[in-house]
């Protein structure tokens, strides 16, 4: 059964910068399409980044310019960097294969004041 643990959310102010990582125990994410979802309080889970298995990528609209998403599949791991942080980026944020088959994580917040 694979595990994902999320990490690297903090609070910071609009204009820094934060690496999340999401560590894969039980299984690899080599293979898969992989993605980065958040949720807001009060609103659904949304799709932000996702990298294939080729490392191509693709962005949601506000996430694009500003995120990148990577991986190392020797360390199994996923990240998303994040740069000039918005206040609308704070969320829970979250790591799953792109088709969602893996049981959610408990997320790492990221909290970003005006």
């Known amino acids: 059964q694979v595990q994902l643990v999320e990490s690297g959310g903090d609070l910071v102010q609009a204009g820094d910068s934060l690496r999340l990582s999401c560590a894969a125990s039980?299984?690899?994410?080599?293979?898969?399409?992989m993605g980065w979802f958040r949720q807001a309080p009060g609103k659904k889970r949304e799709f932000v980044a996702t990298?294939?298995?080729?490392?191509?990528?693709y962005y949601s609209d506000s996430a694009q310019g500003r995120f990148t998403i990577s991986r190392d599949n020797a360390k199994n791991t996923l990240y998303l960097q994040m740069n000039s942080l918005k206040p609308e980026d704070t969320a829970v944020y979250y790591c799953?294969?792109?088709?969602?088959?893996?049981?959610w994580g408990q997320g790492t917040q990221v909290t970003v004041s005006s």
């Open positions: 990298i294939g298995w080729n490392d191509s990528t």
């Open positions: 039980g299984g690899t994410l080599q293979n898969h399409a």
């Open positions: 799953n294969t792109l088709s969602e088959l893996y049981a």
